[in-house]
């Protein structure tokens, strides 16, 4: 199952000719202000965002679990439901695999297919927080904190076993996210355990080849619910530099206490080059794992409003959407994901940089605020459109998924009980 070009030229037809009417009105609307929408259109095309392998299926929550029907149960069919997503937008080549979840078979057969489909393999994610069957030790009290050498060392040879199926398959980094922690007072010596975790991630990092990256993911709490070893953006700061310079923060957007001023974390860690790598989801209470944009999008403008002023030193971060989707189709919740990851990324491309630092040095606070209202509070939909249009994407990605039947053709072929790993 999958969507080609001429079936999108066909799906597009119909509404062709009032977009042109919107863009071009858009156009000149934005070129009056002084606007380069050629720039903005270029820009748009060439934003990839990654689609990881564990959000193709419903999601479930710790209370259960609803199947959504045509769900992909193999690797081979996530990487096509992430070819159906990168020919419908043009946005999302790239697909960020979980181990063991989607351990390979042949990855010379998996690498070709995910060319057919124009993906690339992004970051490779390592598991563990649930224990395999083959393995001798439990990760119950940790992984990479653990008080035993054996189970510590463990997930340490996962870790390099991803990496090893990651460069089979041509990926580039390896993003580690610990559950290590605790849920009692008293349960762990918080100096041991911090200083054990950076042992054994310098015994990854030291094994990643000299042209990758390590993403040093953190979160406050969750499913530990005292404690969690790597809490915060400083201790995996301060892991990324002990390390080395190929290791960095991975900011997540759910991974954050509520209200905390993301934008200022983003910026913090762009002035010491150190962000590698994002995930999108959007939250309104913990890490909820919903809809990009769908809860707070201003809070992802002014991230994104940080994310476009990206000093030279600071390499271009990974982007990866990482979200759940216990009620909504896995692949139509992607869609409006990717969707409003551009808008955001649009909008702050449209913030007059210069004006808005001169209103800081004079210290115009009204005129600070306005002009990101601007650029905020503009609708510019029309220029994400045509900018898909141009790469060969849908107008409307979201309405030609529907016309185009796809879930209930993915249905019909995989059936309704179909289920996708991940959690
Ligand atoms: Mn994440």
């Known amino acids: 199952m999958s969507i080609n070009k001429d079936q999108i030229q066909d799906l597009n037809r119909s509404g062709e000719s009032q977009h042109q009417q919107q863009f071009e009105f858009l156009q000149e609307q934005l070129e009056i202000q002084g606007i380069n929408t050629e720039s903005v259109i270029s820009k748009l095309q060439a934003l990839q965002v990654a689609i990881p392998s564990w959000a193709l299926g419903a999601g479930g929550t710790r209370f259960g679990r609803f199947s959504y029907g045509g769900e992909p149960a193999t690797l081979e069919e996530k990487i096509n439901d992430v070819g159906i997503i990168h020919s419908l937008t043009r946005s999302a080549g790239a697909i960020s695999l979980h181990i063991p979840w989607d351990t390979p078979e042949d990855p010379e057969v998996i690498r070709k297919l995910a060319a057919v489909h124009g993906l690339t393999f992004d970051a490779m994610n390592s598991n563990t927080f649930q224990d395999q069957q083959s393995q001798n030790h439990s990760y119950k009290y940790g992984s990479l904190c653990h008080t035993n050498d054996l189970c510590r060392q463990q997930a340490i040879e996962h870790n390099k076993q991803v990496i090893d199926i990651g460069v089979s398959l041509g990926s580039k980094s390896l993003t580690v996210w610990l559950a290590d922690g605790s849920c009692f007072p008293g349960q762990l010596n918080f100096r041991k355990a911090l200083e054990r975790t950076m042992n054994s991630l310098k015994e990854i990092y030291h094994y990643m080849p000299a042209d990758w990256k390590l993403f040093i993911e953190y979160k406050p709490y969750e499913p530990n619910f005292y404690s969690t070893v790597i809490q915060d953006w400083g201790t995996s700061h301060l892991l990324a530099n002990e390390c080395g310079e190929n290791a960095f923060c991975l900011v997540d957007l759910g991974h954050h206490l509520p209200n905390t001023n993301i934008e200022q974390i983003v910026a913090t860690l762009l002035w010491k080059g150190k962000l590698g790598g994002f995930h999108f989801n959007d939250s309104k209470y913990g890490d909820d794992d919903l809809t990009v944009g769908s809860i707070k999008p201003y809070q992802l403008f002014l991230i994104f409003n940080e994310l476009v002023n990206r000093p030279d030193h600071n390499p271009s971060p990974a982007w990866m959407i990482d979200a759940s989707h216990n009620l909504k189709d896995p692949l139509e919740d992607l869609l409006q994901s990717l969707e409003a990851i551009r808008l955001a990324y649009a909008q702050a491309l449209l913030v ?32 994400l459109s045509e900018a898909r249009l141009r790469s060969g994407g849908a107008l409307y990605p979201l309405d030609a998924y529907r016309k185009a039947a796809v879930r209930e053709k993915l249905i019909e072929r995989r059936g309704l009980n179909t289920v996708a790993t991940g959690l």
């Open 352 to 383: 007059d940089q210069q004006a808005l630092e001169q209103a800081r040095i004079s210290n115009d606070v009204t005129l600070a605020q306005e002009i990101l209202h601007r650029s905020y509070r503009a609708d510019i939909r029309p220029l």
